[in-house]
């Protein structure tokens, strides 16, 4: 069955490190999610795209959170600074309109 | 806008008991539906979906039906098992919003031997 890539799979940094992480979709799908879950907020929507354009990214915290589809087969999400209240796990997924979608393994944050 | 509303959990059940878990959504438009499992540690996988009105979704003898009239996409299984203990996240994605995929708050299920 074809995945969703996400790496790390873990990550523990210093308040104030720049983090990236990374999500290869799934070849062939147009649309790409970031979400947040966290037990106090559940599922948030951060960032997606269609087409590597971006659609919306009004879930995020724009002074410190940026999103990006270089290309087809990779998108970004990083923050810098980072928090402690960015700890969460955050999940990418990928799939095309209303066919549903497939979501990664998520990568777990945690700003000490 | 689009947004989807589910029973509150946890639901407990013992095992081979009957599981309903409610789901209603708003939506401008004919939205797809969905119904997500997230294991404990893991990812969210899809479990079924439905794209119109009085399709029935299945998948791993979970069943649900797209109720339009009712406005309802409640997921049933006739016995649970221990191995569904689970975090069930009804949800929907239309063309009138992007195709943007909108969750309901999720439902803890607990199956107890």
């Known amino acids: 069955d074809a995945r969703v890539t996400q790496t790390p799979r873990d990550k523990v940094t210093e308040m104030g490190q720049e983090v990236t992480m990374r999500c290869q979709p799934i070849l062939g799908h147009n649309t790409v999610f970031w979400y947040r879950q966290t037990m106090k907020q559940g599922l948030e929507l951060l960032a997606y795209f269609r087409n590597r354009a971006p659609l919306d990214d009004s879930g995020m915290p724009k002074d410190r959170f940026s999103a990006e589809m270089p290309d087809a087969t990779l998108a970004t999400l990083k923050i810098q600074p980072s928090e402690p209240r960015d700890s969460a796990v955050y999940f990418c997924?990928?799939?095309?309109?209303?066919?549903?979608?497939?979501f990664g393994s998520g990568t777990r944050l945690t700003v000490v | 806008g689009d947004s989807v509303t589910q029973m509150e959990g946890p639901v407990t059940l013992s095992e081979e008991a009957f599981l309903t878990i409610n789901c209603t959504y708003t939506?401008?438009?004919?939205?797809?539906l969905f119904w997500y499992v997230q294991y404990p540690g893991e990812g969210l996988q899809l479990l079924l979906k439905a794209t119109k009105a009085d399709d029935k979704g299945s998948n791993k003898g979970f069943e649900a039906t797209y109720r339009k009239e009712t406005t309802s996409f409640h997921l049933e299984k006739g016995s649970v098992q221990v191995s569904d203990s689970a975090v069930y996240f009804c949800?929907?994605?239309?063309?009138?919003?992007?195709?943007?995929?909108?969750f309901g708050s999720g439902t803890r299920l607990l199956v107890r031997p």
């Open positions: 949800a929907l994605s239309s063309m009138d919003s992007s195709y943007k995929l909108i």
């Open positions: 939506a401008t438009g004919y939205p797809s």
């Open positions: 997924a990928s799939g095309e309109g209303g066919l549903g979608y497939t």
